[in-house]
């Protein structure tokens, strides 16, 4: 101790609890998902059945992808609302350009293989521009990416002209119908993304600058992180991620709408923020946000279980949101600002 | 000019009587008595951390003094939550400016009273009012000019005007001449004298000790928290003010580069800047061979950060070269200096140094983490284990390496910073305040792992205002308005640096 002349507050260091702590609060919403399975199982025996969790698990995988790429995103301090957009239109757009003009595509008619490059190639793209804005401009995120959401999604609606698309190529549909050991491709894809992601978010450089970034980007920089380069990629990995999300929710719902996604970043958001990640940057962990998907999913396969009607989802799975990010906040302990 | 009022007895414009304060373990004012006489200009002055922002933030209600008390006229000072009564005795034009920049000058000097009193704002009696405000002091400033688009000069006198209209008849002044030209400065005196015959009693803070004897009757001296002095200013000789204000050495156990064994005469050139020129500075050149320490000094205007951070990368110059061991670096590009081997800790460690929320095993190894592991691997275990040696190697307080920085004191956090720039073994180690804000024990510390690495055979350059940084140096350059104007050879005196960084005549 060679400190002696300061105070014993500020010198005496904490009792080393940490390590325990940080596991806990990663799991901190496991008593809520247990809740909603026990107020599910009252309901209706059948919502613990097996084919239920098999549901609740590939309507998850969709949106867990595009919780992946927002997460990452998060963590660097930035934020991407056009995520949903990307949903539909990069699908979309690799189906159009396989099916023939008839079922509203461009006629081009390009192999599967094309059309499912096209695919994270799209998203690629819309975060590729939304990095140069966003990162390399400084153009605010919020307002660019808003921008970008509507644009995006009116690009999907003009070259769709609002149709939905139907008869798309099996290769398109594979991933929600394809299963291995009773669980479709879908899920066993979001599995390995989320654990490749968070690998490298804890034992990569990358991933620790990832979070150096988000939690004082002048201090990333200080130290040799080459933050506008990451910050940069990150936005393209998010972009390829919520394509790919997109594509799974196509196999999952058996046709491209023309909304599809729409509406989808609040849950997307909700999802990240209730599993601890700070919309601040430099915080939060995957497997927090992998239980705020699954949390959020029962939630809403526990609505329609008690049949409450369609109408009225809307507001209460949103109430559902709110308490949820209140009950986050007090047990996370630290204002979600 | 009023001349000083003749006895001592005659109740202060404003008076303070033993304040202090205390900011955790660090005491930023000690006992601190002060009185400024109505219709004089009373200097304060003082080295950086002397406490004069402290005392000017209990004198003009921005923070509660914690012993002591404050008299405005032999009355007691209004309390804090009283912001208006504060105003109508005393204001500070800060160096940084204190106005919207998009709003109006006339909108400025009634901010938040534009309608004066009534329900809705009369724009023609607005400017009307600010017109008379500025005409009645002789500020010509046009009212419709956005306060964002005048100079520093006009700006101030706003700034001044507006204090005036809330009725104070005290100003402080905070570095008013730290950004003016020659020509300004004059005609910023001129008006203090106007203002003084009109009544207006000032309080100088300045680094340039010649205007203390230009503008000002008193003067009075603070140094490590505590009053040295006040006197007239003309009974105080320029060597007497420069000593009041680095005083002597105090009983910081330092090694003085003078008392080691100087550098071997062929010890190899490491570190190479060449003309070089940028942000603040211009024209720099100097040499760091292996198991030197260079120091350098000046104000916080003299460009002494600047140059540093460009040779870290922080900054990229327009024009010149620093090279390391012969290569030259890529202009900046910090990742570029970190794999030539050079370090640095930045100028302000919550800004620049630090993840606060991050564990110290985060932050310390930040800058290798591509040199952990394979493919650019670096698992939390490799992490914790450098971390750990780094909380040995320098003898950081700390629960383990997991404690996230924040939990720390900040002669530990800086502890931190240090290691994280030592932690790849870098030839070139650049200091830039490297014990700002830390208590004496911690600046001990960290000097005594300067002097270590020093020993190592590292090149160390050093930035710094505090002179006992600098005593490890085997040379000191002095900078002025961006430019080397001295070299000071370990064994300088204190009072010759500082008349050096000032840039005043010893006479």
Not at chain 1, 16 to 32: D, G, I
């Amino acid at each position: 101790m060679t400190d002696v002349m300061t105070s014993p507050q500020t010198e005496l260091p904490a009792p080393p609890r940490r390590r325990k702590a940080v596991w806990l609060r990663e799991l901190a919403l496991l008593p809520a998902l247990v809740v909603v399975f026990v107020i599910g199982g009252l309901v209706d025996d059948t919502f613990v059945g097996w084919s239920n969790i098999v549901s609740i698990l590939t309507a998850s995988a969709a949106l867990s992808l595009v919780v992946l790429g927002e997460s990452l995103v998060l963590i660097t301090g930035k934020f991407d609302l056009s995520l949903e957009s990307t949903m539909g239109l990069a699908p979309a757009l690799g189906a159009m350009v396989v099916i023939p003009a008839a079922s509203a595509g461009f006629g081009m008619e390009l192999p599967a293989a094309a059309g499912l490059l096209v695919i994270p190639l799209c998203g690629a793209l819309v975060g590729f521009v939304n990095g140069f804005l966003i990162v390399k401009l400084k153009l605010n995120a919020f307002i660019v990416t808003l921008a970008m959401l509507t644009v995006l999604r009116g690009v999907q609606v003009g070259s769709t002209k609002g149709k939905t698309l139907f008869n798309l190529p099996d290769s398109f549909t594979n991933l929600a119908t394809t299963t291995f050991l009773g669980l479709p491709m879908s899920v066993w894809l979001a599995a390995a993304l989320f654990a490749i992601a968070g690998w490298v978010l804890r034992y990569h450089r990358v991933g620790r600058a990832l979070y150096a970034i988000g939690g004082n980007r002048k201090a990333a920089r200080a130290a040799g992180v080459r933050v506008d380069r990451i910050a940069w990629a990150v936005f393209v990995v998010a972009g390829i991620l919520a394509a790919i999300g997109g594509l799974a929710y196509t196999g999952y719902v058996g046709a491209l709408g023309a909304n599809q996604g729409s509406g989808l970043i609040l849950q997307v958001f909700a999802a990240a923020v209730i599993g601890g990640v700070s919309l601040d940057g430099g915080k939060g962990t995957l497997v927090g946000a992998l239980t705020g998907v699954l949390l959020l999913s029962s939630v809403s396969s526990l609505l329609n279980y008690a049949h409450v009607s369609a109408e009225w989802q809307g507001a209460i799975y949103g109430a559902i949101i709110l308490v949820a990010l209140i009950i986050a906040r007090y047990a996370g302990g630290k204002p979600q600002t | 000019m009023t001349a000083l009022p003749a006895g001592e007895t005659a109740a202060g414009v404003v008076s303070a009587h033993g304040v202090g304060k205390r900011y955790g373990p660090t005491v930023a004012l000690h006992d601190v008595s002060l009185t400024v006489h109505p219709g004089e200009s009373h200097a304060l002055v003082g080295r950086n951390g002397a406490g004069k922002s402290t005392l000017v933030s209990i004198l003009t209600g921005l923070s509660a003094t914690d012993t002591g008390h404050v008299e405005f006229g032999g009355e007691p000072a209004p309390p804090l939550s009283r912001q208006d009564d504060w105003k109508a005795r005393v204001a500070c034009v800060y160096q940084h400016a204190m106005v919207v920049p998009q709003l109006t000058v006339a909108e400025n000097l009634f901010l938040n009273r534009q309608a004066g009193g009534g329900f809705s704002i009369g724009w023609k009696s607005l400017r009307r009012k600010a017109r008379e405000l500025l005409d009645s002091w002789d500020v010509h400033v046009d009212v419709d000019t956005p306060a964002g688009e005048l100079s520093v000069e006009d700006r101030q006198f706003v700034e001044i005007a507006r204090a005036l209209s809330y009725g104070a008849r005290f100003i402080v002044l905070d570095e008013p001449t730290a950004q003016l030209d020659s020509q300004a400065i004059e005609r910023l005196f001129e008006r203090m004298r106007q203002m003084q015959a009109g009544g207006v009693t000032f309080l100088f803070i300045s680094h340039h000790l010649h205007e203390v004897y230009e503008v000002c009757q008193a003067v009075t001296v603070l140094r490590d928290a505590k009053h040295v002095l006040t006197a007239p200013v003309s009974e105080v000789g320029r060597a007497e003010l420069v000593d009041a204000m680095t005083g002597e050495p105090g009983g910081l156990s330092v090694r003085d580069a003078a008392s080691r064994e100087s550098l071997e005469a062929d010890a190899a050139e490491i570190l190479s800047i060449d003309g070089l020129s940028g942000d603040g500075f211009r024209d720099v050149s100097f040499r760091l061979r292996r198991g030197e320490v260079v120091g350098l000094a000046g104000s916080n205007a003299s460009g002494k950060h600047q140059v540093a951070e460009t040779v870290y990368g922080l900054r990229t110059p327009s024009a010149g070269t620093v090279r390391v061991d012969g290569s030259p670096l890529r202009p900046g590009d910090i990742p570029a200096a970190i794999r030539a081997g050079v370090g640095c800790v930045p100028r302000d460690r919550h800004h620049e140094g630090l993840v606060l929320e991050h564990s110290i095993a985060d932050n310390a190894t930040l800058s290798i983490l591509d040199k952990l592991g394979r493919g650019g691997i670096a698992s939390p275990r490799t992490r914790f284990a450098r971390a750990s040696q780094a909380l040995a190697d320098y003898d950081i307080v700390a629960a383990s390496a997991e404690q996230p920085v924040s939990d720390l004191s900040g002669g530990n956090q800086q502890k931190v910073v240090l290691a994280r720039a030592l932690i790849g073994d870098p030839r070139v180690v650049v200091l830039i305040n490297p014990t700002a804000g830390v208590d004496v024990k911690s600046k001990e510390a960290l000097l005594a792992v300067v002097d270590r690495v020093r020993a190592e055979g590292k090149a160390v350059l050093i930035v710094s205002d505090e002179l006992d940084d600098l005593r490890l140096s085997d040379r000191v350059l002095v900078l002025r308005a961006g430019a080397v104007v001295a070299e000071h050879q370990a064994g300088w005196s204190d009072g010759d640096l500082v008349a050096d960084i000032e840039g005043v005549e010893l006479s």
